[in-house]
């Protein structure tokens, strides 16, 4: 049995090509069957869900990812549920949040399920820590928080009408920024020994002309401050995709009737 992924691209955006040739990359190193559909921004959505259709009864796929952001047109919430649930290595179909939110098996989101594992490997309890969340999108910063409270966390998740903002990260033992803004959580805002955790990913422009990658947290100043901290890049984004990888196999291996 061969473990099978086909991701979605629909759209030329520069940062969505980069991620999904990343995933595909991964997949074919790690010897899994992976097939990458892309299609223009101005498809018509029915193609897209014509094509899930089809993947969710091919036998060699046991995981679908569509790359988010969808173009506007594009109902993003039902194409992610036209996904079969036991294709959803994403985690994002309401079945697997609710799932999730109940403590019950599941498919945890890839990002929010690496940052879990960079604390298991650290060997950095969670129990009684405040833990801090800036953002509370559904893909990483309400599953995130959901995880932190399972592990014992007192969880507090920030966002963009939060007033004081400064004041809550403060009192972090456990920081997670995922918020897609450069450098927005400053030195001044850690307490001192905090884990951080940078989910951002943003582009800025480089002295050399080329594009180069930043976090939401502003690296250098934060090093100071901090107890640990993941790096932009290098971090959170490869963990992402070895959740991806995990969450493929624990699919294949259901499919297979094994236990895993
Ligand atoms: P979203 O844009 O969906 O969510 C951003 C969140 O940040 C929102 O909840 C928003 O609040 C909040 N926010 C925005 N401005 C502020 C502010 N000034 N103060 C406090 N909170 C604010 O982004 P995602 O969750 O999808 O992604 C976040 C970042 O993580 C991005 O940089 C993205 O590229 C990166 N990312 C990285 C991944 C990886 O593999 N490393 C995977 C996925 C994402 P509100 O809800 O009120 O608008």
Redesign the pocket.
């Known amino acids: 049995m061969r473990p099978g992924l086909a991701v979605i691209l629909v759209g030329e955006d520069p940062a969505s090509q980069v991620y999904v040739r990343n995933k595909v990359n991964a997949c074919a190193q790690a010897g899994f069957h992976s097939e990458k559909h892309a299609y223009p921004a101005d498809i018509e959505p029915s193609a897209v869900f014509d094509k899930i259709a089809e993947l969710n009864a091919d036998p060699k796929i046991h995981g679908i990812l569509v790359q988010l952001p969808l173009p506007r047109n594009f109902d993003t919430e039902a194409l992610l549920d036209a996904i079969a649930p036991e294709k959803d290595v994403d985690g994002f179909r309401a079945e697997n949040v609710g799932a999730l939110v109940q403590g019950q098996p599941c498919f945890i989101p890839c990002?929010p399920y690496g940052a879990m594992k960079f604390f298991e490997e650290a060997g950095i309890s969670l129990k009684g820590k405040e833990a801090v969340v800036?953002?509370?999108?559904n893909?990483?910063?309400k599953p995130m928080a959901m995880l932190l409270m399972h592990a014992g966390a007192t969880v507090t998740v920030?966002?963009?009408?939060?007033r004081d903002?400064k004041a809550h990260c403060l009192r972090a033992d456990i920081l997670v920024a995922?918020?897609?803004?450069p450098k927005?959580i400053t030195g001044d805002m850690i307490k001192p020994g905090a884990v951080v955790i940078d989910?951002?990913?943003?582009r800025l422009p480089g002295d050399d002309g080329k594009s180069k990658l930043v976090g939401?947290v502003a690296y250098g100043e934060a090093l100071g401050v901090a107890g640990a901290i993941t790096p932009v890049p290098g971090g959170?984004?490869p963990m992402?995709i070895t959740m991806l990888m995990k969450n493929t196999v624990t699919a294949a291996c259901r499919a297979a009737g094994i236990e895993y």
């Open positions: 990002t800036v953002g509370r999108s893909i990483v910063g920030c966002h963009s009408q939060t903002l995922a918020i897609g803004r927005m989910v951002g990913i943003n939401d959170v984004g992402t």
